[in-house]
Structure formats: C-alpha cells, structure tokens
C-alpha cells in the first residue's frame, strides 16, 4: 500500500542469515513462511519495510526477516511503530506482538494505536500462554488452564483480541491461524486496507499449550468448524450445509440449516465487511455453539492518523516563517543601547 | 550583566532609595495573581529593571475560595542592579485576603509593607482563614506599614460605567492592583493596555472595564501618596550589556532551545509528551511552533511518550520527550532501550518534589540520582542542569548535540523553579551557535559489510534510517554482537559492549569547570548545580565582600563531570555543597573524587535564600 512502485523479489530475498530460534514446531515457524511468502506477491519493498515487535517469542519475528527491524521492549511496539511512522509515513509497517505483549503490558498502546488508526499492520500471536517465560496463564488463557501461575486452573476471564481492537476503533480486524492455508490472503487484505489493520493470529505453542485451538484448527472436520468470512459472500460453512443469519428478535446471529444451495431461503447472511454492527457480533461469537469466524470480519477504512497529523502541521504552518532569529526575538523587546566604552559582545 | 557592588539586604530596605525591591502578590487561586505577576514582570522588563521572579501556587486548579490552601503567590525581584534570586523577604506585600495575608506574613521583611483589600477581611473569611480577630484592626501587624482599604468597591466603583455585574466586576480587581503597583514603581501603563485589548480582542467591554480598573488604581496612586506610607519609587534601569532583551520562562528557554538545537543539527523534530506539571509547558510551547519542522505527539501515556520519540529517533528525526520526576521512572526502561539500541534521544525532567505524586507544583532537585543511576543494567547517560532559565537554552541546545553526536539520549535537568520564573533574556544571534549537522549512513560501512554497531572516534555508531537501500538490519533491546549488532549473549561480548557504552558516555566533550566567583584554591568552594545558581552566587559574592574566602563553583555537565573538576574540588580545604534536595550531588562527588564534599540540604519545596546560604558560608568557615 505504501511502495508505489512493485519490486520483484522472491521469498528467499526476505530471509535473514540468523538462525530461527524458536522451538521445533512452534507455529512461528509457519506464520514466518506464511508472511515471507505474502511479501514478494505485495511487491513490497525490502528496505521500505519496517517489522516492530514488543517481547515474548513472537517479538523475535523481525530478526528472521531481511528488512529494517526494531525488537523493542514488553508491550511498547505500537508506540514505537506510531513515531516511526509519524516521522516518515512512506514506510511500511508491520508490527509484530503477542496476547501478553499487545492485551497485558501493552494493552494501552494497542487500544491507542487503533483508535488512532495509524497506517501499518498489526499481528497478534495469540498462543493463550506466556511461552517465553516458561507456560504462565495469559490474558487470552481459557478459564481452568492449568499453568506454574496457575496450578489449579485460571479463574479469571479471558481477553477476546478481535473484540478488544474493535471496542477500540479499529477499522479493520481479520483472523487467521500459523499453519492456515488462507492466512496469506488475510494478510494482504490487511496490506491494502488504509489505516491500523489488526489480524490476530492463532497460534500453536506446542510447549505450553499445545494444540489448545485443534477444536477449530485441526484438518478433520474444519469444514464444520470454520466460519471463513469473504466480502460479498453468504456466510456458510460445513460445506454450505449450514450458514450464519440475524435473529431480529434477539438481535443476535443464529446458525441455520442449508437446503441444496438454497441460502436465501434459509436467511443466511451475505458478509458485508463495512458493515460494523455484524463485525461486533462476528467478534463476540462463541466458538461452540458457531463456528470460529476467520478472514477478514471487518473492514472499513477511515482517514489515518499520520495524514491527519500532515495536514495540522501543514494548516499550522501555513503563512508562517521559520526564522529562528524573529522566533528567539519575539514578544516584548527592549534594546540596551551600547555606552560609549562598553563592549558589545 | 554587569555586577555593581554588592548591596546588604538592608540596603533594600523599603524605606530607603533601594536598588532592589521584592514584591510579592498574593490572593485567592482564582484573584488572578500569576497573571497580575506576569504582567508586572513584562512592565518592569520594559522599564529596564533586572529581575528575577518566582511564581508559587497551590496544585488544586480551583481550591476552594478564601482558604488557607488555596493561596496564590507570585514574587519578583526587581532593581537597578545585577538580580539573581527572587529574594528572599519580600519589601511589599499584596495581600488581596485574610488567607493570603496569614501564608505570607512570615517571610515580609520587618518595616515593610502590607497593603490589604479591606473588602475581603469579611468574618466569613477571617475564619476560613483562621484568624480569631481582623488583623487589620488587631493592633498584631505593628511591626510593618499597613495600607488597608477597599480595594473590592473601588475596583466595582471604577468599573461601574460598563454595566458588568459586581461578580464580573470584581474579576478586574487583579487590574486595579496592579494599576497601583505600576503607579507605585514609575512604570507605563501603554504594555499593559495593549495586551488587555489582545487578550479580550472579541470582548472590547470586558478589555474596557479591565483598563478602567487599571487606571483607578493607578489614580488612586497618585491621589493616596500625600497620606500614609505609600510612596513612587522609581529604580534606575540596570547596566546590561547592549542588544535586545525579552523576558523569558525557563520552559519557553527550553522549547526555543529544542528548536535551535534540531536545527543546528538539521533535523526535523519529534516531540513526545504527556500532560505533567511541570513540564506540559513545553508541549504547549511547541504545539505552536510546526513551522520548524517539529511533530508534536500527546501520547497516552509517559511511557509511549517516550518510546514515540524513540521511534522517530531511529527513523532519522531527533526525538525529544519530557516530563517531570513520576513521568521520568515510567520513562525508565525505554531509556535504557535507546542506550541499547543507541539512538539520540532528549529527555527534559523538570523536576518538583517527591517522591511519588510529591508536591507537583513546588520546586526540588531530588531527581539528581534517578537521572544519573536511575536505570536498570549499567546505563550511562549524559546528564546536564540547567542552572537559570535563560540558560535553559543553552542547556537544550548543548543536548541535542550530545545526543546526535554521540548517538545517545541525554536527559536535561531543569526544576519547577526555573520551568515557571522569567528573568530578562539577551536574546541569541542563531549564527553564533556551530551547527552539528546529523549524518546518517548512505552505503554499507566494512567493505561489503554492513555493521550497525561499527563505531567512529566518538565511541559513536552509525545512523541509519529505515528506508535506505541495502541497508537492512535488525535492532533492539537484546545484547548486540559488537560492530554487527547480532544478538549476543556471549561473556566477553557483553563484557566488550558494556565498556563501549560507558566508555562512549565518558568520553563525552565536557567544557572544563569554571569558577563562577572568586578562584582556585582557598579556604572554601560552595559548589551547586541547577536552580541554585541565584542564591549561591548572591551569597558567595556577599560572602566575598565582607572578606571571607569562598568560591562558587555551578556545575552543568553533571554526566560526564568536567575533566578538571576533581583537581578544582580538591584545591579548596572546606566544599559544601548546596541542594533542593537531601544530598544527592554530594554523594556523587564524594564517589567520584574521594573529596570530603559537606552536604547543605533544603527539601522544603522552596528556594534557598541568600540569608541561608550566607549563614551556612559563615558557619563553614568559623
């Protein structure tokens, strides 16, 4: 979205000479090759492209990849990535943060990075666990996960990302998981929206939290598990047998039955992703009962917060001179007049 | 400035022609005294005066009226000669209620003078106050001059003819006060007037009514002299060297010297900030100045404030945060992120009184330590105090080259005192100031290479900035590998990299130290930092002139220290060290130089005086 020209680069351009230091299995590894494999279709530029991360495993990504990379501190990277960007728009910014590092340490910068809407992409890791320091329960953490901070199972409740980035302004939310075939297609989508697009991505810990999404993610039966979202699409799953409508009495979305390829008749939805009030009952959607909603959920772009900022300091400079001289001067002066014999200096 | 002869305090005295005057103005939060203060600080710039001022109010926006905690001060320091502090006992009080007369009195000089709105000593506010009996009429205000009267219906009297309610009405109270007080010093009333019809540009008849008040005070002036003990004073304007002067705050010196300095080092500006007292001053000062290239960024919190400004650092801006001591700690760990990664970096601290929320509006040096050692690892960082707010900008400018020069952040100490005070200010020629253009690297730096952490003669590494081709790496907090910035968590290559920070930050051109009066050697050095600088220097000079041996030394590079420092402290027999807080500098030099530095501290939210200072000096040599 940022590099006007398209560059011609191939996957292997986009890896690093440094080792990948995350465990065997982990599903980094997958997301890592979904990304490198996004880019060179983009046409993006490597030396345009910036990856930010906070801490935790996920925030290692910038090291694998061959752009510019800042692997900052727990929870700050959208506040890095926001200076970044307000300092030179023309980059393409991909930010890289985790369920603790982006909804516990660094909650508030994520909640402010989107409502502000700045231009760049923001992945979220979501492994429900603190991988790096070794297995405690996050914010994401299902209710009973048993963890070394938790040892009889978490009682608090958790976090829902896509509801949490949407609560707080985001203008596009998309969903996808490591090993994803369709996961590439998010990521572009999210690269063609103008503004903060915020993608949480399950993510397998096979350490500490192995296999907690193969209730949705696992190949046998995704069919009727997977809720795969496209603009303009009715909303069906289990290989259209089954689809998503509105109950108006209740003002909430209902699973309904499929006759043939009869979706209308059955009330099933088409997916309009500008439409916001459906985005917030996509995001609420207990996975059980419905199927897990996945791609893009919402997305309706609104003028960014870096061209907002252009267009104050062009509105506040206007007609003024920057002539530090008139600037030091200014306000009430009076003169000493020099005395005859007094140096002046 | 020239400095004439050192004047006693008695020499001051009201009752005498003074060379200097202490005026403080005191009223309720909401009677308008810090604007009254301002403009009669403006007026007696204009008249030539040197001055120094020093504004003291309560941390409560609107507290409740009448009350003790509610009270509103603002002092300035005026004469005809060289004037470093605010003084320390004021020759006339302004005392527009009960309350504010009781948080006053103590520091007015014996002899000197009250004038007091009679129209406020209502029951009511005596006893907000918590005076059992008018002290007006009491018989307990002996021992100075009284000129009470009703200020109050004067100021509605005068403002009659513009039809405004007697609540509005009494808003101009503040006005004829300070009619009065320009009738009192011989000053022109035009400034003033001028800036009422700016500030009520789209309300001509509240400007009119203001001016009308202005006026009747100053009449009255003129028509109350033949009685009592109000008299005109007029003082000379004081020798200064010839040029243009402004007046200046110590948080506008610093925005102006943020400014030169990103543009001696040609590089648009990136400003962090978050609301905090003291310091949002300068977010609001340069809110206003985009024209120069400067993005100014309210962040949601100190710590995105900062980690912004990191971010435009390492984009190829110079990024700049501030805040005062709580907003500091917050700031703590990102700064050790831009030792890590090595970026330029700003940090303003004007410092008020802690710990924790402390006192928000009051003024202490206390963040010497979280300055210098307040991080975690071995971070080191340049540290350097302003001392005055004219040398704020001095102080700004000289961070900033710091900071692009030797790829590092530096942190700037001011206080609450010099953040609020105006002092006259001979306003810079920007052609007098070196530029320090930042270079940022355009092609691989080893050959083939590219080494991030290679570093130059300074200790310095490259500054490259996303965006340029080719030169694709990886930064952050991690342990870097030395010259390619690989994370490395190898023995020696941290042992390497810690000595290269410490030694880049050592290695950091410090002029020598000065002498600010007096010379080496001698009996005793009275060595201060920061605010202190006005006090200090009045005492040591006074010191002086009764024949006592002492020197004043006023450090600003507080990391790395001057060369030639720990010779200098070591000439002297006797070193006291003055501070706003409970020993801070001390310590380090005491660490530094195994010198037997004495501690004198003061943690009560206010400035030394010159008396304290003079008497410590005596008691040091005795």
């Given at each position: 979205m940022n590099a006007p020209v398209k560059f011609e680069t191939t996957l292997k351009d986009w890896e690093t000479d440094q080792e990948v230091r995350w465990c065997p299995g982990c599903g980094d590894y997958a997301i890592l090759k979904a990304v490198q494999r996004t880019l060179p279709q983009l046409g993006s530029d490597p030396a345009n492209t910036v990856f930010i991360s906070g801490i935790g495993c996920s925030s290692r990504f910038p090291y694998y990849m061959e752009t510019y990379g800042f692997h900052t501190i727990h929870g700050r990277a959208p506040a890095v990535a926001t200076g970044v960007k307000l300092a030179n728009p023309d980059l393409d910014i991909w930010l890289v943060t985790g369920d603790g590092d982006g909804l516990s340490i660094g909650g508030n910068h994520l909640m402010h990075v989107l409502r502000r809407n700045v231009n760049m992409q923001i992945m979220l890791f979501n492994n429900e666990i603190y991988g790096l320091t070794k297995g405690q329960a996050s914010p994401t953490s299902r209710e009973g996960t048993k963890s070394p901070s938790t040892p009889i199972g978490s009682f608090d409740h958790p976090a829902r990302p896509a509801a949490f980035a949407l609560g707080s302004g985001a203008r596009f939310v998309g969903r996808g998981f490591d090993v994803s075939k369709n996961l590439p297609e998010v990521l572009k989508a999210a690269h063609a929206h103008q503004g903060a697009a915020f993608i949480e991505i399950f993510q397998?810990?096979?350490?500490?939290?192995?296999?907690?999404?193969?209730?949705?993610?696992?190949?046998?039966?995704a069919e009727d598990r997977q809720l795969w979202l496209a603009d303009g699409e009715p909303m069906l799953f289990a290989g259209g047998a089954k689809g998503i409508a509105l109950d108006v009495q209740a003002l909430a979305l209902k699973v309904v039955d499929v006759t043939g390829d009869n979706w209308q008749a059955a009330g099933v939805l088409v997916h309009d992703v500008t439409n916001r009030s459906i985005a917030h009952m996509l995001v609420e959607l207990p996975f059980g009962p419905f199927p897990m909603a996945l791609g893009v959920l919402y997305d309706d772009p609104s003028p960014t917060y870096e061209a907002a900022v252009i267009e104050e300091r062009a509105k506040s400079s206007a007609g003024k001179e920057a002539n530090l001289a008139k600037l030091l001067a200014k306000g009430q002066t009076w003169t000493v007049e020099a005395n005859e014999g007094h140096p002046t200096d | 400035m020239a400095t004439s002869a050192v004047t006693t305090p008695q020499a001051a005295a009201y009752s005498e022609t003074p060379e200097a005057v202490v005026v403080r103005f005191a009223g309720d939060s909401g009677d308008g005294m810090q604007l009254t203060g301002g403009q009669f600080t403006l007026s007696t710039a204009l008249a030539g005066n040197d001055l120094a001022t020093f504004p003291d109010f309560p941390a409560e926006i609107r507290a409740p009226q009448g009350t003790l905690f509610g009270v509103s001060a603002f002092q300035i320091n005026f004469g005809s000669r060289q004037i470093n502090t605010a003084g320390d006992a004021p020759d006339v009080l302004v005392a527009m209620n009960p309350a504010a007369l009781k948080m006053n009195l103590a520091a007015l000089k014996p002899g000197g003078l009250i004038i007091a709105d009679t129209g406020e000593f209502s029951k009511r506010n005596l006893d907000k106050a918590k005076y059992d009996t008018n002290p007006l009429e009491d018989g307990s205000l002996a021992k100075w001059d009284v000129l009470a009267f009703d200020i109050s219906a004067l100021t509605i009297e005068a403002v009659k003819p513009f039809g405004l309610g007697n609540k509005d009405a009494l808003r101009s109270k503040n006005m004829w006060t300070l009619g009065l007080a320009l009738w009192m010093f011989d000053r022109d009333r035009g400034p003033i007037e001028d800036w009422l019809k700016a500030k009520f540009r789209t309300k001509p008849d509240i400007a009119d009514a203001n001016i009308a008040a202005l006026n009747a005070g100053h009449a009255y002036g003129e028509t109350a002299e033949l009685s009592g003990p109000l008299k005109q004073l007029h003082l000379d304007p004081v020798e200064s060297a010839p040029g243009l002067y402004r007046t200046i705050t110590g948080a506008e010196a610093v925005s102006l010297g943020l400014v030169a300095g990103a543009q001696l080092a040609e590089l648009p500006m990136f400003f962090g900030g978050y609301p905090i007292t003291p310091a949002s001053a300068i977010l609001h000062h340069l809110a206003r100045l985009k024209e120069f290239g400067v993005t100014t960024f309210q962040a949601e919190d100190e710590i995105a404030a900062i980690c912004a400004a990191i971010g435009a650092s390492y984009a190829g801006q110079l990024g700049v945060t501030s805040s005062s001591g709580p907003g500091i700690a917050l700031k703590g760990e990102a700064m050790g992120l831009a030792i890590m990664t090595e970026l330029p970096l700003v940090i303003v601290n004007s410092q008020r009184g802690g710990p924790s929320t402390g006192l928000p509006t009051k003024t202490e040096q206390s963040d010497l330590y979280q300055a210098v050692y307040g991080r975690n690892g071995d971070a080191p960082m340049p540290v350097i105090a302003a001392r005055s707010p004219g040398d704020a900008f001095e102080c700004a400018i000289e961070a900033c080259r710091i900071a692009v020069e030797y790829m590092t952040p530096v942190m700037l100490l001011t206080d609450g005192y010099i953040a609020n005070a105006a002092e006259p200010w001979k306003?810079?020629?920007?052609?007098?100031y070196a530029p320090f253009p930042a270079k940022f690297l355009g092609s691989k730096n080893d050959g083939d290479a590219l080494l991030p952490y290679k570093r130059d003669g300074k200790g310095a590494r490259p500054w490259i900035k996303p965006?340029?081709?080719?030169?694709m790496h990886r930064i952050g907090g991690i342990e870097k590998a030395v010259d390619t910035g690989h994370i490395d968590y190898a023995p020696d290559n941290h042992q390497a990299m810690t000595d290269a920070r410490k030694n880049k930050v050592h290695g950091v051109a410090v002029p020598d130290q000065d002498i600010a009066a007096g010379h080496a050697g001698g009996k005793l050095a009275v060595v201060g930092w920061g605010s202190t600088y006005g006090p200090i220097h009045q005492a040591v000079n006074r010191s002086r002139a009764k024949g006592l041996d002492v020197a004043h030394i006023h450090v600003r590079h507080i990391w790395p220290l001057p060369g030639n420092l720990g010779e200098l402290l070591k000439s002297y027999d006797k070193v006291l060290v003055p501070e706003m807080n409970t020993g801070q500098f001390k310590t380090v030099l005491r660490d530094q130089y195994l010198v037997d530095a004495q501690p004198l501290t003061k943690t009560s939210g206010q400035p030394f005086t010159i008396a304290e200072l003079q008497t410590a000096i005596e008691g040091a040599l005795a």
């Open positions: 397998n810990c096979i350490v500490y939290n192995k296999d907690v999404f193969n209730d949705f993610a696992a190949p046998k039966g | 306003v810079p020629d920007p052609a007098n965006g340029t081709p080719g030169l």
